[in-house]
C-alpha cells in the first residue's frame, strides 16, 4: 500500500485571514467587513478594525439609523471591538465608512460569498 497525503476538511473560520495578516507590521491599518451566515437566509455584516479613538456606539447608532437594520457592538478578547449589522450590509457600510471620512476606500477589504 502506498502512503496517501488525506487531507481532513476543518470548520471555516471567518476571522482567520485577518488573525494571519495581524502578525505583520501595519496590518492594523485595514477595516474587515465580512458576513457570516446564520440560519436560513438570515445574515450579519461585522465590521472590525476601526481605529480605538473612534466612538463605536455613536458609529453603530448611525449605521442603523442608516441602513434601517438592527446592530450591537461586540466585545472579542482577540480582535477587541466588533461591531454586528442585521442582514448583508456589506456595500452600504464601506460607502458609509468612506463618505462620513472615518477610512479611506483603499483601507477597506470586503469579505464573503
Known sequence: MSDLDIQVPTA??????????NSGAGAKDY???????RNGRKSLTTVQGLKKEFSYNKILKDLKKEFCCNGTVV???EL????????????????FLVQA?????????????
Open 12 to 21: 471555516f473560520d471567518p476571522f482567520a485571514d485577518a488573525n494571519a495578516e
Open 31 to 37: 477595516v474587515h467587513i465580512r458576513i457570516q451566515q
Open 75 to 77: 466585545q472579542d478578547p
Open 80 to 95: 477587541g471591538q466588533v461591531i454586528q449589522l442585521q442582514g448583508d450590509q456589506r456595500k452600504n457600510v464601506s460607502t
Open 101 to 113: 471620512g472615518i477610512v479611506k476606500k483603499e483601507h477597506i477589504k470586503i469579505h464573503g460569498f
